[in-house]
């Protein structure tokens, strides 16, 4: 959202890091980890509790979220007999679009729809291209209380024959297998449609890590290209109740540019109107008009903010995302 002005970052900037800021010890880091797992574990048991899929709008998304639960199921009912099913050519749960993968709680994959000589194999290592550690995130379901547990984990991932990277989308579930095994089944897409549910759940989270271990210390996390809270081309910023960059992964090493002059394409000034809108309520909606990356013509965004106290100091929490819909649909 942040707009980019500057046409080349230093080395810091292109590394997320920061210099006024001092290396976390290890205490503050096991801390982190520790309000991450609980964030996440958080949202499992809400999801868990109601619908999976009443938080989407998307069919490609409702229908990745149904394979993976029904993949659970079947794991809970047949264990690893299972895995014979999912193998299975033009079957629901292995398609040109999709297919399942099973892993072990110490990250060693049991089951590998599109490449079978993974299995038997220890990945828990195993890096994005920003070296988010993508299996471990996967994997850390295992650990929740939750049954049924579930959670999404984006990574940028080799697409086919592509020479750069792509998005992926996974969505993870927890499963029991007859025998008491604890496995973890899940599937992903490339170029998943965002949903809003996305963007809402990573502020919430984002909003946990501040209140919980201060604005440096969580500084450290948000602005890690590797961090969970930076997928799909998103990322969460702070602003000061002025309107002024305090976390900006945008320009790490710019702290307190001024946003309030920010405009977006038809003149609206959406960083006014946000820390406006946020003196009397917690948080806020903003649909605004941006042009895309390369793209002369604008586009929707949709932004979602939250108001927090820290230390007595007031901060705006938020993020945005590019929508699917067209311009010229109605909504």
């Known amino acids: ?192 449609k965002f949903e809003r549910s996305f963007l809402q759940t990573n502020v919430d989270r984002a909003v946990t890590l501040l209140q919980s271990v201060g604005i440096e210390a969580a500084a450290k996390e948000l602005l890690d290209p590797a961090s969970e809270f930076n997928f799909l081309d998103t990322y969460i910023y702070v602003l000061d109740e002025n309107g002024r960059t305090v976390i900006d992964p945008a320009f790490p090493t710019q702290r307190g540019r001024d946003m309030i002059p920010f405009t977006d394409a038809v003149g609206r000034p959406i960083i006014a109107e946000l820390t406006e809108a946020l003196k009397t309520k917690p948080a806020h909606w903003e649909q605004y008009l941006r042009a895309r990356p390369g793209d002369a013509l604008p586009s929707r965004k949709l932004l979602y903010a939250r108001r927090i106290t820290l230390d007595g100091h007031t901060y705006i929490v938020g993020s945005d995302y590019f929508m699917a819909t067209p311009i010229w649909m109605k909504l």
């Not at 629901?92 to 038997?120: E, M, N, Q």
Request: charged content about 20%; overall charge positive.
């Open 1 to 192: 959202m942040l707009p980019n002005t500057k046409k080349n970052k230093t080395p810091q900037e292109r590394s997320g890091g920061h210099p006024d800021r001092r290396p976390l010890t290890r205490r503050t880091l096991q801390h982190i980890a520790t309000v991450l797992c609980t964030a996440l574990f958080w949202h499992v048991a809400v999801a868990v509790d109601g619908s999976q899929l009443a938080p989407y709008a998307f069919e490609d998304t409702k229908q990745l979220v149904t394979l993976v639960e029904d993949a659970g199921q079947l794991i809970e009912a047949k264990g690893s007999a299972a895995f014979a099913e999912f193998a299975k050519p033009g079957s629901r749960w292995k398609t040109a679009a999709s297919y399942l993968y099973v892993y072990s709680p110490d990250g060693t994959c049991l089951f590998h729809g599109s490449t079978p000589r993974l299995v038997g194999k220890n990945l828990a290592d195993l890096r994005d291209a920003n070296g988010k550690p993508a299996i471990q995130r996967i994997i850390r379901l295992a650990q929740s209380p939750q049954r049924h547990a579930s959670a999404w984990v984006f990574y940028l991932w080799q697409d086919g024959g592509n020479l750069t990277p792509a998005w992926k989308s996974a969505y993870n579930r927890k499963a029991i297998a007859p025998d008491g095994t604890t496995l973890i089944v899940g599937a992903g897409l490339y170029r998943i």
